[in-house]
């Protein structure tokens, strides 16, 4: 007797769909192994899709965790906007850190460079608020395919009660077993879209209706160019070198942070459909566009072994 069609014949999963399986899978293991689980949301579309993941794991339920995101002062404005709108549309529970010192002392983009903006504003904010927050599983919407030390990367990744990464000393993931336990001041970060590429990110987006920040559509806005990178201009504490003019241009971004050191992209892709065959065509990074990324070398290396994301 031959089986039943559905026994025989198991209906396959599409690419994006096991990607979806693969993350949901993540985290609610997150969640059954750790004690205080956090989502960092930096309301980028990696971020969109993750707490879209996170609302199909856990639907009807709400999220048993919350977002927590590290506010520089310097985000684009429309980001700020969408990330309160987001919250208060959806009910989940948003912590909002600035680091006070770096605020009390002026820190900022132009006047410390971006190595000593990012340490104080990002790496040691985001210390501060994991340490006084006690989160022991943090899930993070990086990606192997951004940027190489982020290749380097398990799912779940072993962080020490400095939270400083180690890549030599990280654990074994076999068979989609993770391991999540620490000892208190430990963490693990964790990443449920760490083999997704950016045309998954885009397609998933696209299938799934996720709504994400306009910025990510092309528009044409205020902008100056610096050593080959265009710089938009979102507010009034914009600093610009003597004859300079900002110009229109359509443009918009494939990877957002501190407005003066994202790096915007020429484009007329004003539809998800838009976006994705430049997608299918694109040959470089997304992270081009990343001043902090090139501020020495191997510098996201050494920044993610001092605690940054």
């Not at 750790?34 to 930096?42: A, F, K, N």
């Not at 906007?81 to 549309?89: K, L, P, S, V």
């Not at 507010?235 to 050191?261: H, K, M, N, S």
Request: glycine share 6%; charged share 30%; aromatic share 10%.
């Amino acid at each position: 007797m031959s089986a039943p069609s559905s026994l025989a014949e198991p209906a396959r999963l599409t690419h994006l769909r096991q990607l979806e399986s693969e993350a949901i899978h993540v985290l609610r293991e997150v969640v059954a192994q750790c004690e205080r689980p956090v989502m960092l949301y930096s309301i980028g579309k990696d971020s969109s899709v993750m707490l879209h993941l996170a609302r199909k794991a856990f639907h009807p339920g709400r999220l048993p965790f919350p977002l927590l995101h590290v506010d520089t002062t310097w985000k684009f404005r429309e980001m700020i906007a969408f990330r309160d709108r987001t919250a208060a549309e959806l009910g989940v529970e948003l912590i909002v850190h600035t680091n006070a010192e770096g605020v009390a002392e002026g820190i900022n983009p132009f006047d410390h460079g971006s190595r000593n903006y990012t340490d104080i504003m990002k790496t040691q904010a985001l210390k501060q608020a994991l340490t006084a927050g006690r989160f022991d599983g943090i899930f993070g919407g990086a990606r192997r395919d951004e940027e190489r030390s982020r290749a380097k990367e398990r799912v779940f990744s072993f962080r020490d009660k400095h939270h400083r990464w180690d890549p030599k000393n990280q654990r074994p993931e076999l068979w989609s077993l993770y391991n999540g336990r620490v000892n208190p001041g430990e963490s693990i970060r964790v990443f449920p879209l760490s083999n997704w590429t950016e045309l998954d990110v885009w397609q998933y987006i696209h299938l799934e209706g996720i709504p994400i920040v306009p910025l990510y559509y092309s528009a044409p806005r205020p902008t100056v160019e610096r050593d080959g990178t265009i710089i938009m201009v979102d507010d009034e504490r914009f600093r610009f070198a003597p004859g300079e003019q900002p110009v229109e241009r359509w443009i918009r971004f494939r990877t957002l942070g501190c407005y003066p050191l994202s790096g915007a992209v020429a484009s007329r892709a004003t539809t998800l459909p838009d976006i994705i065959q430049e997608m299918l065509l694109a040959t470089r990074s997304e992270r081009e566009g990343r001043v902090i990324d090139y501020d020495q070398a191997g510098s996201m290396e050494e920044k993610k072994r001092e605690g940054y994301f």
